[in-house]
């Protein structure tokens, strides 16, 4: 059931009325982050009734124990949980005695405000407990971005209709369960516990992976504006510390509790310096002080959006949806750490575990690579190559021998971490994505040294794993590969996956391509690559002929790929025939009966003809778009932009338009009723997708910059900039013309409608 409750706004996310039940879905709408650490939008306060507590930590991690009912050779020994870390925001409210709990209150004027623009989380409401006593409140939180081991709250209290005696009760608790723990366990071991002079600290060791966490607080008041002291008694338990001050308001009496938070951990310090550094942090930002730490997130903001932004003109849900997924992106992931990737849910909720799918190469590198410097893509790049030694051990689990790389489904460290046989061993069409995003990569950026240094070994092992993954059947004098899940998860185990199958040829086929370049143009890098990998041209003669001869599925009587080779086996029925209630069909169906439908769960097929678009026809993406969306449930969250954008391609834009609301809104509109579990960061690149290479008809294939802009009826005008190699570019399209605008002045060649042009300032056609 869609919510429709988040009142439309160009630039903030706003909730008006207090709604148990709607509160955990704007925990995960309304969460915050900064590319370090996030948070849920839990209430700061004490609430009694359901929620889901949760705040995270980059790159932290626990191995917990795969739970499987029977144990296959080759399964992995763990499934990574992004762990919930210490809760720092945690400021208990009693007035006159009485807990404020909006769980136990009778609330009004309740609004919760997320200022994208800004980069803050506002809440103000109105509460009359039950001893009678009237509040106003007003919370402001945010996690800095310059200073991204630090997250600010500042609390202001007013009685309404009485004075009252207000005690604030902010704590640090450590004591935190993940929701998804396998075996209901605590990941976190205290190691220490520090607190004098206002401020309190609590290291905490993760168990296993033994990464360490000093988890700050420092307590600071004012009222009516002004800094005062106020004595406290502070209480230290075994994983908790609270401080307990105390004050008499009087009635129309602003009192604010400051609250800064912080995580210092272990990948970035020291272990004996964590809480030394804490201390010297938060002496730092104290002299800074809160507003000017604002003003600070302000402006940081502010250069995030010079570059990302995208505007939509006459449609303001949609303009509220594509920055809603642009500011979540630029929340989860910064570009700065090679260590760190981009989680499916972010720092929203803990579903799916592991930092790292295939969604990052698929979907996510054109959104940052067009966004800020190439710096950010090729760093996402570097982290695949950093985890090569994994996947080549990955691939020997399964049997695999000479170098085969098997980059893992979901990892961590780079070792597989996913627990579901289908999707463990047969989902190996990721590998393919792996090496898409460098060929996307290169056509954008022409970074031929990144294939030199890192890209090419990553090509040889990923060819490596193709030749040895492929067999060849005699009956069809073919190569094929069997037993595999392709993009569409709503089959498994399957023989000659379309998609599968021409990844490998062309993974093979790119691998050789780019050989034979860096030989030319690097020798020194090609021989030391060649002894690396003792890689010989018997080998590579190899490879080619499985390329060559690879095996793929096609339908005469339907003129198209056929998904894989037993599909017309199936009814095919269209989703418009499926009765209402019995959708979605993952939470309807059995699991027996989705396999033997028809079902689509994301694109498929067109997953791989919106890869290699240049290698098809108009005529053939029609066909095979007309066939495979009407049978598409696009129950995947990843699935609707990719129709987006081919639905652009061959002008069908009352479709396309419809699937950019789909993937823009999926979260804000709560499409499949599980926003409350954490939102979909992930897909939220393909929404930007939907606009950029949808609308816009933005590509770089053979390293070209083409536009074929496009607008649909329901909007006046849109525009967005893409950072074109440090060339800054606007490009602006209403319902009359198109303009482009060189922001940066630079010449560069772009390629509008088919015809040439050289962009030197500005052109308008």
Known sequence: MNQDYIVPNAWSIIEEGFNPSTLTASESIFSIG??????????????????????????????????????????????????????????????????????????????????????????????ELKNGVEVKVNSLRFLSLRFNEIGAVKYRITPLNAGAEIEFSPYIDAGIK??????????????????????????SKTLKTEFQVATGMRISFEKNQQEILLPYIKKIEAKKITFTYQSSVQQNEEITICKLGSYVQSMNHEIKELVNHNISLFKVINSIGFQQLLEFQKEDWT?????????????????????????????????????????????????????TYWDTEAYCIPFFMSTKDKSVARNLLKYRFNHLEKAIENAE??????????YPMVTMNGEECHNEWEITFEEIHRNGAIIYAIYNYLNYTNDLEYVAEYGLEVMIGVARFWHQRANFSVEKNKYVILGVTGPNEYENNVNNNFYTNYLAQWCIEYAVKNLKKVKKKFPEDYKRIIDKTNLEET???????????????????????????????????????????????????????????????????????????????????????????????????????????????????DKAYEMYLRTARLDLDDYNNEVHEGLHITSMAGTWLSIVQGFGGMRTFKKKLTFNPQIPKEWKSYSFKINYNGIVLKIYKNQDITSFFNETGTPVTIEVYGKSYELVNELTL
């Not at 990302?308 to 449609?315: P, R, T």
């Not at 997924?325 to 981009?342: H, K």
């Not at 689990?397 to 098997?406: I, S, T, V, Y």
């Not at 954008?645 to 834009?653: R, Y």
Request: glycine fraction near 8%.
């Open 397 to 406: 689990k399964l049997g695999f021998k000479n170098g085969a790389a098997l």
């Open 539 to 653: 080998e590579v003669s190899a490879w080619l002929q499985v390329a060559e001869l690879m095996y793929f599925p096609y339908s005469q009587k339907h003129n198209v790929y056929l998904q894989q080779g037993g599909f017309l086996d199936k009814d095919i029925i269209p989703v418009d025939q499926l009765p209402k209630e019995e959708r979605p069909i993952n939470q309807k169906w059995s699991w027996d009966r989705i396999l033997r439908s028809c079902y689509i769960k994301q694109a498929d097929v067109l997953q791989g003809i919106y890869f290699f678009e240049n290698k098809f026809s108009t005529d053939e993406i029609i066909r095979h778009f007309d066939f495979y969306e009407p049978i598409t449930v696009h129950e995947s969250s990843l699935s609707p932009c990719v129709h987006a954008i081919l639905a652009a391609k061959i002008n069908k834009m």
């Open 178 to 203: 993940n929701e998804d723990a396998n075996y209901d366990e605590l990941f976190w071991k205290i190691l220490e516990t520090v607190a004098e002079d206002n401020q309190a600290f609590i290291v």
């Open 303 to 355: 250069k995030i959006w010079k570059t990302s932004d995208i505007v939509i003109e006459g449609d303001l849900k949609a303009q509220q949806a594509i920055r809603f997924n642009i500011f979540q992106l630029n929340q989860t992931y910064s570009g700065e750490d090679t260590r760190l990737n981009i989680g499916p849910k972010g720092f929203t909720g803990e579903k799916y575990g592991g930092s």
């Open 34 to 127: 900064n590319g370090a650490m996030g948070q849920r939008a839990n209430f700061e306060e004490k609430y009694s009734g359901n929620t889901f507590q949760g705040s995270y930590i980059a790159g932290i991690y626990y191995p917990d124990k795969t739970r499987v009912g029977w144990w296959k050779n080759g399964y992995p020994e763990y499934f990574a949980k992004v762990l919930n870390a210490p809760n720092w925001i945690g400021i208990n409210i009693k007035i006159n005695g009485e807990e404020l709990d909006l769980n136990n209150c009778k609330v009004s004027e309740f609004k919760r405000e997320l200022n994208m623009k800004e980069g803050w989380l506002q809440r103000t409401f109105i509460a």
